[in-house]
């Protein structure tokens, strides 16, 4: 516990606690949760309806495989949430993308 | 301290191009206890992590911890202590469609659990395995760089590596040793299984090799998880299983019965003589956890476990329980 740990960890909290202050309606406008079972909606394409199964498979098999599903998150950080799962879980490029559409759908 | 810096920029003065592509906020924010041989400890923990997306193919990525310990003191009273450090910071270049370039400080891609399970709003038990800090080289991280991705992807099966160089660091906030490993696995997407096989040597000091390998397999809508690893270095080895099930069959995953979830979890160390340079218990040791978690809506989940552990120089049981949150949010508003 040396007191040096100390300066990065403060620094690192000031900042996400200046970008947090900064953001006050940051949870206003949260997408619908992405559950372990999403239910597809009242209509849709066939087209969009298997990119929905495809992006849920893809989401079962690599993100799901460690970590509980996250109930809902805002629209706006879908794209950083895929691009940092691109490298935690070593996603192929076809695997981003598709876990991108099914995120924005 | 440039690297901070470096990311206190990045954070505050980075252009959006998507609205998708906003900075976040994750983590988990918990109040773990401990009662081992009848001493109960304290833990309030703060485990922030941020990412960053610079342009259309770099990340900035990093994890901090924040913890303040009680401790009975011995006399009736708790002593305290605290840490706080940056776990990981890196900067990820996405160069081509199977390869990640990675720099800077990163954790070990040694076996599953440092890298995937290590989070407070991950872990299913409190506590770590026993044979945690085989391969980890004393600090879990490098410092360096790692490259990393998806070397085939086919619907029936798919294969990834990491690989990695780490330098030797004295630094106070990013210490590591001069090493290098990877880690290699093959997924089968049918089958939800996965097996991999890691490695990585010291070459500071005693030269040491370390070697993993782990299976995973998640039957597909069985709502049943089983996780192992095994670990080998020259002083030590050990392995540990773990499953968890959490039930469909009352009303689904979101009803008061599906969010329970019990799990056991089966280690065992082996010395192979009695160097120490590795964490490992310094005898050979046996550790039965039993878990139940408690899956609450809002991402928050209640964790309890008890664990029994044998060793030569006396059996202990140990009680566990905590409430962990997990925060998954924008850094700011960004733009639409």
Not at chain 2, 129 to 139: A, I, S
Not at chain 2, 201 to 230: C, K
Not at chain 2, 254 to 271: A, C
């Amino acid at each position: 516990m040396k007191a040096r740990h100390w300066i990065p960890g403060l620094m690192m909290m000031a900042a996400m606690g200046v970008a947090a202050l900064s953001a006050p309606q940051a949870h206003t406008q949260a997408a619908p949760p992405r559950g372990a079972q999403v239910k597809v909606k009242a209509y849709q394409s066939p087209k969009r309806a298997q990119s929905e199964d495809e992006g849920q498979k893809i989401f079962d098999q690599n993100c799901s495989r460690c970590h509980a599903t996250p109930e809902g998150f805002s629209s706006r950080i879908s794209g950083t949430i895929v691009r940092h799962m691109r490298v935690r879980a070593n996603l192929s490029a076809h695997d981003e993308q598709v876990l991108l559409q099914y995120f924005n759908q | 301290m440039t690297m901070v810096l470096a990311f206190g920029l990045a954070i505050c003065g980075t252009p959006m191009v998507f609205s998708q592509d906003t900075p976040l906020l994750s983590g988990g924010v918990a109040f773990l206890t401990n009662t081992t041989k009848g001493n109960t400890s304290y833990q309030p923990i703060i485990e922030p992590l941020t990412a960053v997306p610079l342009g259309k193919n770099f990340l900035f990525e990093s994890r901090a911890l924040l913890v303040e310990s009680f401790n009975p003191d011995g006399r009736g009273g708790y002593d305290h202590s605290h840490f706080i450090g940056l776990t990981y910071m890196q900067g990820d270049y996405v160069a081509n469609p199977h390869l990640t370039v990675v720099g800077g400080s990163f954790i070990l891609p040694f076996g599953t659990y440092n890298e995937r399970l290590s989070p407070v709003w991950i872990n299913n038990f409190l506590n770590a395995p026993l044979d945690v800090q085989l391969g980890l080289l004393g600090t879990g991280t490098g410092v360096g760089g790692e490259l990393r991705g998806s070397a085939i992807r086919t619907p029936k099966y798919s294969i990834d590596y990491t690989t990695w160089f780490s330098a030797r660091s004295g630094n106070a906030y990013f210490n590591s040793e001069r090493s290098f490993g990877g880690r290699s696995s093959l997924y089968l997407p049918p089958q939800r299984l996965e097996m991999g096989l890691s490695y990585d040597r010291s070459l500071q000091g005693t030269q040491e090799n370390f070697y993993g390998a782990h299976v995973w397999w998640e039957p597909e809508d069985e709502g049943f998880r089983l996780r192992s690893e095994y670990a080998r270095g020259h002083h030590a080895q050990g392995y540990w299983i773990e499953a968890d099930y959490r039930s469909s069959a009352f009303g689904g995953l979101d009803s008061w019965v599906g969010r329970f979830e019990p799990l056991f979890r089966i280690n065992q160390t082996f010395r192979r003589d009695t160097v120490v340079s590795d964490g490992v218990p310094l005898v050979n040791t046996q550790q039965a956890d039993f878990g139940l978690d408690y899956n609450l809506p809002h991402n928050t989940r209640i964790l309890t476990s008890y664990s029994r552990q044998f060793a030569s120089t006396g059996d202990v049981n140990i009680w566990e329980t905590g409430i962990v949150y997990r925060f998954l949010f924008p850094a700011w508003k960004g733009r639409r």
